[in-house]
């Protein structure tokens, strides 16, 4: 059979559309979607209304709010979704409290601050499953998070009251916005330092601890060794001497 | 005068004329057991029943081993195993204790008996033979007559523990320098811990932290961890405008990158609770704070030295790689550690 002319042109055409498309779809880069113009302006009236008098009718920053231009999606997802913002206070840190908004609110205020500025973006479902490999998370865990979060992720004192929040009940999209932004004074765990693999494999750890009972008993808190210290001082002293006690008493 | 001074009260001090008398054996107390007999069925029950007590532990402990058993694998069978066997046991033991004690309180006779101590001197008959024996072993041996292998006993028993000092010789390798030099070499490659993929200064964005080690650390054999303990390095990219460098130092950054040993210099924890905004450094063990944007100088806490920097740079394929090794020894201080 002759070959038509065309034929090489359409196969070229669709080698180029597959290979491009795939890549496209393999890479999870912090490029954002942008969201559709309806909720890019639903999140700028919501932007206006609740965040602009810190950061600025545009996003660029005020008195003490900081420029939200490149923050991306995966930030506003996460400060806004955690209920950290809108802010309260002026303490050390902000902390985690009540959301105020619903998710689809959330979404159109993290479409927007995506739109002023390309960020990471909020992160695919397919990292968030918790089904990758729990002892390599466990190695990184202990390596980029542990001394600040603990071992198993129940938090710890920084500098001057600040602190790490404990990670329990927070949600897999919540922990991998976190690596990938940096919220206040944690540091950014971008995709060449820990790949999205990586940051699912550390997803999947978190779970595996919340979801395992302690293998030694009571964890109490696991926060180390001065709780469970001072449970052995009280409890374990306190019973000897109760002992030592009833021993050197008379009988009636 | 005489009469003047008797007329005081020595009051609480000790009077010598007067020492204190023998108070003797405290009056015995009649306990209720011993009143009533309905008191004492009622503390036999009571003893039986922590006897009993201490059955029902040894079967609960029993009980657990089979119920739990340990299976490969499944940590949580082991915890349910250690701890129903272990309640179980502590249950029998104490029931044991608990019942013997009350017993030995409440029924065995309570009357408090004192009974003189011997004389601590042998009698003087007994005495003499044992200086009578020593004297003949004394002529049999000929310890004191034979001077020469009385002497070079002695010479033995001096010379016998000296090669258990000489021993301590041999504790460890002598340490040379090796406190003063780590892994780092000009143009090793600053690699991710625990992997030893090569870092691009590209790839350190503003705000982020990497954990480092040196290129070729993570295919180690021997001495890994001796390796790792001294060149563990933590890498930041900051501001530059937010960098306050020494100017003998300007060229050790890159654009903003800065590393720093991770090892802490008051005793060697691994200082790595890195604040994004104040470019505050916390040793998580002692509380000594370094700051980071400036040449990480102690801030807070027992630490006395900055940490050392390591000087960087980018080779031709964008990587960062070590000028040098560290100019100063990482970690704690030590005796000679200017020279």
């Known amino acids: 059979?002759?070959?038509?002319?065309?034929?090489?042109?359409?196969?070229?055409?669709?080698?180029?559309?597959?290979?491009?498309?795939?890549?496209?779809?393999?890479?999870?880069?912090?490029?954002?979607?942008?969201?559709?113009?309806?909720?890019?302006?639903?999140?700028?009236?919501?932007?206006?209304?609740?965040?602009?008098?810190?950061?600025?009718?545009?996003?660029?920053?005020?008195?003490?709010?900081?420029?939200?231009?490149?923050?991306?999606?995966?930030?506003?997802?996460?400060?806004?979704?955690?209920?950290?913002?809108?802010?309260?206070?002026?303490?050390?840190?902000?902390?985690?409290?009540?959301?105020?908004?619903?998710?689809?609110?959330?979404?159109?205020m993290a479409a927007y601050v995506a739109s002023l500025a390309p960020g990471p973006a909020i992160p695919d479902e397919e990292y968030l499953r918790g089904d990758g490999d729990a002892t390599h998370g466990g190695e990184l865990f202990r390596i980029n998070c542990a001394m600040c979060h603990n071992a198993v992720g129940a938090g710890g004192a920084l500098t001057e009251g600040k602190f790490a929040p404990s990670l329990a009940g927070s949600t897999a999209k919540h922990t991998y916005e976190a690596m990938v932004t940096g919220p206040q004074n944690m540091?950014?765990?971008?995709?060449?330092?820990?790949?999205?693999?990586?940051?699912?494999?550390?997803?999947?750890?978190?779970?595996?601890?919340?979801?395992?009972?302690?293998?030694?008993?009571?964890?109490?808190?696991?926060?180390?060794?001065?709780?469970?210290?001072?449970?052995?001082?009280?409890?374990?002293?306190?019973?000897?001497?109760?002992?030592?006690?009833?021993?050197?008493?008379?009988?009636? | 005068m005489s009469d003047i001074e008797k007329s005081y009260s020595p009051g609480l001090a000790t009077d010598i004329e007067k020492p204190i008398t023998n108070p003797g054996i405290e009056p015995h107390r009649i306990r209720m057991t011993d009143k009533s007999e309905k008191h004492a069925r009622t503390a036999e029950k009571q003893?039986?029943?922590?006897?009993?007590?201490?059955?029902v532990g040894a079967i609960i402990a029993i009980w657990g081993f089979f119920a739990f058993p340990i299976v490969d694998g499944d940590l949580s069978a082991t915890r349910n195993n250690s701890l129903w066997m272990g309640l179980g046991m502590a249950l029998s033991m104490f029931g044991i204790g608990f019942g013997a004690v009350h017993w030995?309180?409440?029924?065995?006779?309570?009357?408090?008996?004192s009974e003189m101590r011997h004389q601590a001197r042998s009698s003087d008959e007994t005495r003499a033979q044992a200086l009578e024996i020593v004297k003949?072993?004394?002529?049999?041996?000929?310890?004191?007559?034979?001077?020469?292998?009385?002497?070079?006993?002695?010479?033995?028993?001096?010379?016998?523990?000296?090669?258990?000092?000489?021993?301590?010789?041999?504790?460890?390798?002598?340490?040379?320098?090796?406190?003063?030099?780590?892994?780092?070499k000009p143009g090793t490659r600053l690699t991710k811990d625990p992997t030893g993929i090569p870092i691009k200064a590209s790839d350190v964005t503003i705000g982020s932290v990497f954990h480092v080690i040196p290129e070729g650390l993570s295919e180690m054999e021997e001495h890994k961890l001796e390796e790792k303990a001294k060149s563990a390095v933590l890498l930041v990219r900051v501001n530059p405008s937010d960098l306050n460098e020494d100017p003998a130092k300007a060229d050790w950054s890159y654009q903003g990158i800065v590393a720093y040993s991770k090892i802490c210099t008051h005793v060697g924890c691994p200082v790595a609770l890195y604040e994004q905004h104040t470019?505050?450094?916390?040793?998580?063990?002692?509380?000594?704070?370094?700051?980071?944007?400036?040449?990480?100088?102690?801030?807070?806490?027992?630490?006395?030295?900055?940490?050392?920097?390591?000087?960087?740079?980018?080779?031709a394929?964008?990587?960062?790689?070590?000028?040098s090794d560290f100019l100063e020894p990482v970690g704690p201080s030590f005796w000679d550690i200017r020279k």
Request: with cysteine.
């Open chain 1, 1 to 108: 059979m002759r070959r038509r002319p065309w034929a090489a042109g359409l196969v070229v055409f669709l080698g180029l559309v597959l290979s491009g498309g795939g890549y496209a779809a393999a890479t999870n880069v912090v490029q954002a979607e942008t969201g559709s113009p309806a909720q890019v302006e639903e999140g700028r009236k919501l932007f206006l209304a609740n965040c602009a008098s810190c950061h600025g009718t545009n996003g660029e920053g005020a008195i003490g709010g900081p420029s939200l231009i490149g923050v991306g999606a995966a930030s506003v997802d996460f400060q806004v979704g955690t209920g950290r913002m809108p802010g309260q206070g002026s303490g050390p840190q902000l902390r985690a409290k009540p959301v105020q908004f619903t998710q689809e609110q959330i979404s159109a």
């Open chain 1, 187 to 252: 540091p950014v765990f971008n995709d060449a330092n820990l790949t999205p693999e990586d940051k699912k494999d550390i997803i999947t750890y978190l779970k595996y601890i919340e979801d395992n009972d302690s293998v030694a008993g009571f964890e109490l808190g696991s926060i180390g060794p001065v709780a469970e210290g001072l449970f052995t001082w009280i409890f374990g002293l306190g019973f000897i001497i109760a002992i030592t006690v009833w021993l050197g008493a008379k009988s009636n």
């Open chain 2, 47 to 55: 003893i039986a029943v922590m006897f009993g007590v201490s059955v």
């Open chain 2, 104 to 113: 030995a309180k409440t029924l065995m006779p309570d009357n408090e008996v």
């Open chain 2, 136 to 184: 003949l072993a004394d002529g049999e041996s000929g310890f004191s007559r034979r001077k020469l292998i009385r002497r070079s006993m002695y010479g033995a028993l001096a010379f016998f523990p000296i090669p258990a000092i000489i021993i301590f010789g041999d504790l460890g390798p002598v340490v040379g320098d090796t406190l003063k030099h780590t892994m780092w």
């Open chain 2, 279 to 315: 470019h505050h450094l916390l040793c998580p063990c002692h509380q000594s704070t370094f700051d980071l944007a400036n040449h990480c100088e102690v801030v807070f806490g027992p630490a006395s030295r900055p940490l050392p920097q390591l000087p960087i740079a980018v080779d």
């Open chain 2, 317 to 323: 394929e964008g990587y960062l790689i070590a000028q």
